[in-house]
């Protein structure tokens, strides 16, 4: 027994117990910033800029240059589901991966994604040196 | 220190006491991370599990400690009390288990720092665990502060503690004789009226709009809720707190901020603020603050504090106060006469000997 009566379970708990708090604070931080999960939706239109998670389902209406577009978030996936522009092309294919890009040009509203992890774990389509 | 002691009720009284005497010294500082306390009302606690209290002695004590501190800060009905139920219940059973091993000779000996710091981080980390239910996963984040400024209080809290065992005649005390009754006459006794059916009507009424605020998810009606709880609250002359409410409101839209969705409205460098989180973390944090005043209307209502079985408690918790005042003025305001003020005060109250 030492001076304020310390002893020596109370050293090994208290280096245990900021241990633990090290490797939680990591954890919750490393979650953050590399959750993977944490992809998100940027939409962009002529008037305004809105951001949404990739994993959460839901439908965004949007007003463009002509009218309204109508994007659909679901499964990790966005695609547009309505668009006012005539040649429709927009209506096809979704996108799930960060480096890919929708976008109905006639109606001015552009889709991107991007990822939380690292750009090098990213798909990328082609390399040329 | 004796063998495995089961507490008397009078006892257990006693120190449930000395938790809500010192809940109401910790409310008294102000607070600077919301959801942080400084645990001063687990010292009790602590000298308990030095004086051997057995488990069910010490649940009962847990437990006097959970109610009557939620009773003082009034967050008996509201979220805070969740919060604090499972912070009571990770932190004691580790506390408990623990302080098996106190005053044992050899490697795992231990002091109640040891007991402290376990139960701090066994506390805030259920605390986290649980507020992501009320605040979304980004309430982990809340974890570093907290836990962090817990570890540090929860070792200041530990070297008083056994500053206090090993100095104190208290413990000895406890061990060898049962607490005395000082009457005083003026604490408790007179002050109990029964609730009139109006109060209940009320109480009800409180309840149904608790209830309401996590229907309704408008930021207008929860806005207008929380104006007529604070005004209900400054018309019954009951304090509020306006600061702490906006810095728990604030605290919380930020938090929100972290998962960004709807229209952007600026951008700091890589981050978004949105409008839609901004939305939802005021709405949140809103809800939050209408529970609160909520919570401390309907104990109001339900003339809560003076009744049965916390009668003696209070008792207590009037002349620990009114010693601890006393001895701090014999003592004299020198940094280190609050452990003499608060060893004298508890030492009298317990033997009824405050008849000056």
């Known amino acids: 027994m030492s001076r304020n009566g310390i002893r020596n379970g109370d050293i090994i708990l208290i280096v245990l117990a900021v241990a633990i708090f090290i490797v939680i604070s990591l954890g919750i931080l490393g979650d953050g910033l590399h959750g993977g999960k944490n992809d998100m939706v940027h939409i962009s239109t002529p008037s305004e800029n809105l951001v949404y998670p990739l994993n959460e389902d839901r439908t965004v209406t949007v007003d463009g240059t002509i009218g309204k577009s109508v994007l659909s978030i679901q499964d990790g996936k966005i695609r547009f589901i309505s668009s006012p522009c005539n040649n429709q092309t927009c209506l096809h294919g979704a996108v799930s991966n960060a480096s890919d890009f929708i976008a109905c040009l006639p109606n001015g509203v552009m889709v991107s994604l991007s990822s939380s992890v690292d750009a090098s774990d990213q798909e990328v389509d082609e390399i040329v040196f | 220190m004796c063998s495995r002691i089961h507490p008397s009720s009078s006892q257990l009284a006693f120190l449930g006491a000395a938790c809500m005497f010192f809940s109401m010294v910790e409310l008294s500082i102000p607070r600077f991370v919301p959801f942080f306390r400084l645990g001063l009302s687990n010292l009790p ?69 040891g007991v402290s710091v376990a139960g701090a981080l066994a506390s805030n980390t259920a605390q986290c665990l649980v507020a992501t239910l009320f605040l979304g996963r980004q309430a982990m984040l809340l974890f570093f502060p907290v836990a962090g400024l817990g570890l540090v209080t929860s070792v200041l809290l530990g070297l008083a503690s056994n500053a206090f065992v090993s100095n104190s005649e208290f413990p000895s005390l406890f061990c060898s004789a049962q607490p005395q009754v000082a009457v005083q006459g003026s604490v408790v006794n007179d002050k109990r009226r029964s609730s009139s059916l109006l109060k209940k009507a009320a109480a ?153």
């Not at chain 2, 069910?56 to 109610?67: A, E, H, N, P, Y």
């Not at chain 2, 580790?94 to 106190?102: D, I, W």
């Not at chain 2, 000779?105 to 002091?111: D, E, M, R, V």
């Not at chain 2, 109001?300 to 049965?308: F, N, T, Y």
């Open chain 2, 45 to 113: 606690l602590l000298v308990a599990l030095s004086m051997g209290m057995d488990f069910s002695g010490f649940l009962c004590l847990l437990g006097l400690k959970l109610i009557s501190q939620a009773v003082v800060s009034g967050t008996l009905f509201s979220y805070v009390f969740v919060l604090s139920l499972a912070a009571a219940v990770s932190s004691g059973l580790v506390m408990y288990g623990l302080s098996l091993l106190l005053n044992r000779k050899g490697l795992f000996s231990l002091s109640l720092l």
């Open chain 2, 204 to 356: 009800v009424l409180m309840g149904l709009m608790m209830v309401s605020i996590f229907m309704i998810d408008s930021l207008w009606y929860k806005g207008g809720v929380l104006a007529f709880t604070m005004a209900v609250l400054l018309a019954v002359r009951c304090k509020v707190h306006p600061v702490r409410t906006i810095v728990l409101i604030v605290s919380v839209s930020l938090l929100s901020l972290f998962s960004p969705y709807g229209r952007v409205l600026f951008s700091i460098g890589q981050f978004d603020v949105t409008l839609g989180a901004l939305e939802h973390g005021l709405s949140i944090g809103l809800g939050l603050a209408c529970t609160m005043g909520l919570s401390r209307l309907i104990m109001l209502c339900l003339d809560l504090a003076g009744k049965g079985m916390l009668a003696l408690l209070l008792v207590y918790v009037g002349q620990l106060g009114e010693q601890f005042a006393l001895q701090r003025k014999i003592a004299g305001w020198k940094p280190s006469s609050w452990k003499t003020a608060a060893d004298v005060a508890v030492v009298k109250v317990y033997r009824g000997d405050i008849v000056d």
